[in-house]
């Protein structure tokens, strides 16, 4: 039996008004199978911890996030398709304007991408200390640079001070064997600074009325390992139907296929029916098929019940209702709770559903914060979650006889 | 207070047309405790792990199966009345029958156990590379072999290759230090296969229409160690109650007396009054009873989902009813889940009751898996049971002041 397992990012939330988003939207798909599954709500790291998305897509696929988290920075290149080497130090970037005294002014250049590409550039392939630079532009302001080189670490600080009016901060290391890579980071974003500072782009958008990217915005380190793949853990093949890069960044760690989608953003504006024919499409080449769903996470942050709930019901009736009679094991859940009114991730466990047509069916009816906590799976951490899966495939191993 | 702790094995199922077993089962004795007791559902091992029979009464003993598993033809050998010292290797063994090529034809020799005693004597004391070998016939075409000398060790794998019409297989090392005990074992099973292929008794078999028995299909090799008993561990003394070797071998390996019943046979057929009568005739002798019912997971290896309900319908008529009303704490509940459609392990939890006069009684009325879910227990771990009982035996610890 093959699974299906979708994750709507952020889907948890709090009571507001005596309502969760999942409690207000309609959605019948979502609770048919509900209804006909069991469920349970999911503490996907453990109770009580607020879950990255990073270390929370680790967990849920059986990597203990303690044992393999090794920043966020490695997803985020892996994602942009970027290839990392054991050792690697990889970065998520902002480019940012900052002023003569190096206070943000805005740390998204004014979120507007005019040439930043070819002002990423501009860097690539630098040497410093025998350490070589690689930048990468991904979406809007953003970007990935890479360091390679012997003796590095990502035990070290952020240059991303994370608010605006703030000074941009100095790399610090978090461990002794650390100061060779701070003082390269240090070294970097300073060439950078001066580079960017008198680069013609930046003169050309000055003169178009934008603000200047004159500031490489550090953040996430992380060092690349080569880990035991999914595939050769659990002897299934699994692939990856997701627009956010984090997502297939984790999904390729991993070792999962990527499939790429055209129309899925990682936005609200997401083209759900083509994610739910990616699904049909790829349904005979593999054995586990992941979903990723952004929208309801980025609803949550915009602190937007009314836009989460639609969200939802937009996930009913463009996807869940392709994919709810497909013949195969089917799970939904989230990556961790985002209640829009805090605006951010927090720890309260997600609702989860699990259908399969011999699973023993509880009496939960309604796919919401509330009900599942009823359900017969009762709390599970996510940790627990693909041992599961895989005896409901058929690919489980007895411990004993 | 006494405890009886009463295990159906397999007893938990997957929904089949709606229903399980347990759900479909006539059995107001078990709804009676079910009613007045405490229910909850047991996941013997951990959530997703499948539990083997060996491994899930470890764990229900509170003996973590990742620290005190060695093989499985230990508690064989221990539950057909050997003696085991440290470091011998003991083994599961059928009497098969292969042709010229070493393929099998019946992994049971035609299930017939004529002469078998005696055929499994005459390696009986064999000397292998000064490693004594001993074999015993146990029930059926079953066995129990044990290599007795220095050097030994239990990881290797199997001769069995668990299928008709596969060659048998070769022992293998499966650590550096292992490969001594492999060659031996590889020499034991060429030497026995060379003297039941020449041997009497097998022609006699032959001319009366019968398998030869002419090859050790080894399995499961377990090595032995002295391990802390049960009443060092808990200070009470506990007896058990059962048919099947296995059971009997687990408890013997922690150290509880065997209570030997006639017509307690391990199978559908057990006599189930005369296991009830031992419950009362032991009754003043120990604190704590353990008793085994193996027909439930019979029925389930066999895809019986009648067989199943009616051997429930037996154990609630024959045996519940009997006890029911003795003045001790009453346990009952599974050592894994064993849905007939899969006729195999699987994860599932078992569903677990617990009766004693003043446990907090919660609101399942219907001892089964979907139920007991929803029951004030809640979801359990095997290696926390025997803590909650002996609490209510008096004779917990408690830690701190």
Known sequence: ???????????????????????????????????NGINGVLHTIDRGIIPGSDTSHLALFGYDPYRYYRGRGTFEALGAGLSLEKGD????????????NLVIQDRRAGR???????????????EIDSIKISARHTTE?????????????????????????????????????????????????????????EHKINKEREKKGKLPANYLLLRGAGIYEKIRSFEERYNIKGCCIAGGALYKGVARYIGMDII??????????????AKAKAVFDNFDSYDFIFVHIKGTDSASHDGDFDLKKKMIERIDSKFISEI???????????????????ARHSSDPVPL?????????????????????????????????????LDYMNKGEMFGE
Chains 1, 2 share one sequence.
């Open 260 to 273: 790429d989608v055209k129309g899925a953003t990682g936005t609200v504006n997401t083209d759900l029916k």
């Open 324 to 342: 709810k009679n497909l013949d195969c094991i089917k799970l939904l859940t989230g990556d961790h709770s985002t209640p829009v009114r805090l």
């Open 89 to 100: 130090i990889a970065f998520r970037v902002n480019l940012g304007t900052v002023d003569n």
């Open 141 to 197: 302001h953003r970007g990935v640079v890479i360091l390679k080189g012997e003796g590095l670490t990502n035990k070290i600080t952020d240059i991303d001070p994370h608010k605006t009016g703030a000074k941009v901060l100095r790399c610090k290391p978090l461990e002794k064997k650390a100061d060779f890579t701070a003082s390269v980071v240090n070294k970097l974003v300073d060439k950078a600074y001066k580079i960017f500072s």
């Open 112 to 126: 507007d991408a005019y040439r930043l590409k070819e002002l990423l550039e501009s860097i690539d392939g630098m």
């Open 353 to 389: 559903l699990f259908w399969s047509k011999d699973v023993r069916k509880d009496n939960v009816k309604n796919f919401n914060e509330v009900s599942c906590a009823e359900g017969g799976l009762g709390h599970l951490k996510g940790k627990d979650l693909m041992r599961i899966i």
């Open 1 to 35: 039996m093959k699974a299906l397992f979708i994750i709507l990012d952020g889907v948890g939330d709090r009571l507001w008004e005596g309502k969760t988003p999942l409690i207000a939207a309609n959605k019948k798909n979502i609770d048919y199978l509900c209804e």
